[in-house]
């Protein structure tokens, strides 16, 4: 099979991109042909003021972009074309070139964005479900993208432009969701017999673990992360250890805390050195996230995680199963002493969400649920 990746990389690399490269692997070991049409959001960098207002103008659809997917496309032929991210270089013309050139569409969702302009349903540091069955153009009165009106009207407008044309409804044959709950989020009860249930998947690493005696968090140390959460808890749990990875606009907050050590951002290695050898991972964000990666490392070396019980994390942490999970501030100051005075539930935990990740987030079940859908989507084609 000849699976085309349709792809536009943000600045600095996400979870996304890992997603992307280790499908790309893992199809290519299974001896498929995987092309890519990818674009990358750091070229914006070389754009005038002029053009990038341009950009604003047409995201809902590029036709140099549209021309340069459809000779692509002519060139290589392939089978399917699985989109990651159209935003905001390639733009949704992908499915309009799909569907001309009649090769099927499989699209995954990262995020909340079809039903949110800043696709996090969060704002001003809560979450935010205003726009969910309503126009998104009521999100412009919040400046919900980068503090914009303008900059929010524009991703309206895109949403919105393609809700009415019926560009989501019509032109996706299947849509990836990670979690449940995020296929509650986004479709409700709308296309279902268009959207599955797929979570990503991970190499397992080759690691001996042991449990040393502090606690990993793992993220950017801001306030949709969680900061305020484990702020809290560092002011009034001073005995428990914890080590920090991750950037953090004002690092000096951490230098009060004796048993608070702030590494700064660091590579995978160093992280996964500091998995291996913690009791568990602390995971606070407080927006619903798609399917965090720091999590299924976490399971993948039998470590237990402590989160608040939102969103993907509501899905993904069975409380006193695989991990424990949070309501409020004080909750998590709960979790983490339970975990220090029962070494044994610790242990029990981390086997569980061991077993959890060899149930569902290996890279042969990943491949598994990857060539199931395509060669769904391709049969159901073929019936039509």
């Excluded at 349903?121 to 919040?142: A, D, P």
């Excluded at 590579?267 to 399917?291: H, Q, T, W």
Aim: aromatic residues 10%.
């Amino acid at each position: 099979m000849k699976i085309l990746q349709v792809h536009n990389i943000y600045k600095g690399k996400t979870g996304e991109e890992t997603v992307v490269e280790e499908e790309k692997k893992i199809l290519e070991r299974h001896g498929h042909c995987v092309i890519q049409f990818i674009k990358d959001n750091s070229d914006l960098d070389k754009y005038s003021k002029l053009d990038k207002i341009k950009i604003l103008s047409s995201l809902h659809s590029s036709k140099s972009i549209g021309k340069e997917l459809e000779e692509f496309i002519e060139k290589e032929k392939p089978d399917i074309c699985h989109v990651h991210n159209t935003f905001p270089l390639i733009t949704p013309i992908v499915y309009e070139v799909c569907k001309s050139k009649n090769v099927p569409v499989v699209q995954t969702l990262h995020n909340y964005k079809m039903v949110c302009t800043n696709s996090l349903l969060f704002r001003n540091g809560e979450v935010c479900e205003k726009c969910l069955n309503k126009s998104l153009y009521n999100s412009i009165k919040f400046k919900c993208y980068r503090n914009s009106y303008f900059a929010t009207a524009a991703q309206a407008h895109v949403i919105q432009y393609h809700r009415n044309k019926g560009t989501w409804d019509n032109l996706i044959d299947r849509y990836v969701c990670l979690t449940e709950f995020q296929k509650e989020k986004v479709f409700g009860d709308t296309l279902k017999d268009k959207v599955v249930v797929k979570p990503n998947f991970l190499a397992e690493n080759n690691l001996v673990t042991v449990r040393e005696d502090f606690f990993l968090f793992v993220g950017r140390l801001n306030d949709s992360k969680g900061l305020q959460d484990l702020l809290y808890l560092f002011r009034r749990n001073t005995h428990s250890k914890f080590i920090l990875i991750g950037k953090s606009d004002n690092p000096e907050i951490f230098r009060d805390f004796k048993n608070v050590k702030h590494l700064g951002e660091r590579n995978r290695d160093v992280v996964l050195e500091n998995m291996r050898k913690c009791k568990a991972v602390i995971f606070p964000s407080k927006y619903y996230e798609g399917m965090p990666m720091v999590i299924l490392e976490a399971f993948s070396l039998k470590k237990p995680v402590i989160s608040r019980n939102r969103g993907a994390m509501a899905s993904m942490i069975n409380d006193g199963v695989n991990g424990l999970k949070y309501e409020i501030e004080s909750g998590l100051i709960d979790a983490i002493e339970t975990m220090e005075e029962n070494p044994t539930l610790v242990n029990q935990l981390g086997e569980r969400a061991y077993v959890d990740y060899k149930e569902n987030y290996t890279e042969e079940k990943g491949y598994e649920n990857l060539i199931n859908l395509y060669d769904e989507v391709l049969s159901s084609r073929s019936l039509v």
